[in-house]
């Protein structure tokens, strides 16, 4: 997705104290009401949220504290705003996960330390980035 590359850049670019993230990126994933339409349960989409999950660092516990809300043009969908989550999850529950993307989320999800991984872990969460994950099911397990 290139919306996701663009924003992964442009984000680090804005904000110098963010670049100890640069190199603990995890994956990519549409979550939320889009990602329950694109499994044929939603009933539309208003926007899309993507959440981009990171290895937390030790020095900086978060990343972002904001949303960023892209107006984008969506094949099939015009244009639609594209919210830009930034999503941590500590090092030790992805320990030993951080090559396999899939399964690092889905101990995050199914641990829910945080009230951010409880409100994902209702919904699906569908893979984006990187390729080898795009359109998979991450959440739930199926």
Not at 7 to 33: M, P, S, T, V
Not at 53 to 79: D, E, M, N
Request: hydrophobic share 40%.
């Amino acid at each position: 997705m290139k919306v996701v590359e663009r924003e992964r850049k442009d984000f680090f670019r804005r904000n110098a104290r963010a670049q100890i993230y640069q190199g603990r990126f995890i994956a990519a994933a549409l979550c939320q009401g889009a990602a329950l339409h694109y499994l044929g349960l939603g009933t539309g989409v208003k926007d899309f949220d993507v959440h981009l999950f990171y290895v937390q660092h030790p020095l900086r516990r978060q990343i972002a504290r904001s949303v960023r809300r892209i107006p984008c043009k969506v094949p099939g969908f015009g244009t639609r705003k594209v919210d830009i989550i930034w999503t941590v999850i500590r090092q030790r529950t992805v320990a030993n996960s951080r090559t396999d993307p899939i399964n690092a989320i889905r101990k995050f999800l199914r641990a829910r330390p945080t009230s951010n991984s409880k409100f994902l872990a209702q919904k699906p969460v569908i893979g984006l980035v990187p390729d080898k994950i795009f359109g998979k099911v991450i959440w739930p397990k199926v």
